[in-house]
């Protein structure tokens, strides 16, 4: 069910989408083909459950989003952490998905223009 859940994700994600992985720090993606090939490959086994919290819009395209996600680590241990995602949208779609320490971090992050 979760796979399936991912087989859309390509409909959600503009083309120039830059996304950074949460769970693989460090890890930047670029362009829809590689953001959405690395969620189908790796969020169906390793991603439990993200919920939200807190939905704090900057303006119609921009937004912080803080919540949790529970996940399964490299060594597969069940993890429990709180979350802030800076998001962007452009046409509709998620052009920028990027993980932040703080509300203020996210925001900063997305006062920059998007790459």
């Given at each position: 069910?979760?796979?399936r859940?991912?087989d ?9 989408v830059?996304?950074v ?14 953001v ?11 991603l ?18 803080e ?13 429990d952490?709180p979350?802030?995602w800076a ?12 993980p932040a ?15």
């Open positions: 069910m979760a796979e859940a991912f859309e994700l390509a409909e959600l994600v503009h083309d120039d830059v996304a992985s949460k769970i693989q720090p460090g890890l930047v993606l670029e362009g829809r083909d590689e959405v090939r690395f969620m189908q490959k790796t969020l169906p086994d390793s439990y459950e993200a919920t939200t919290s807190a939905y704090l819009p900057l303006d119609d395209e921009r937004v912080v989003v919540g949790r996600i529970r996940w399964i680590d490299e060594e597969r241990v069940i993890r952490d979350v802030t998001m962007e949208f452009r046409d509709g779609l998620l052009v920028r998905f990027v320490r703080t509300q203020v971090e996210a925001e900063t992050i997305l006062s920059a223009p998007t790459p």
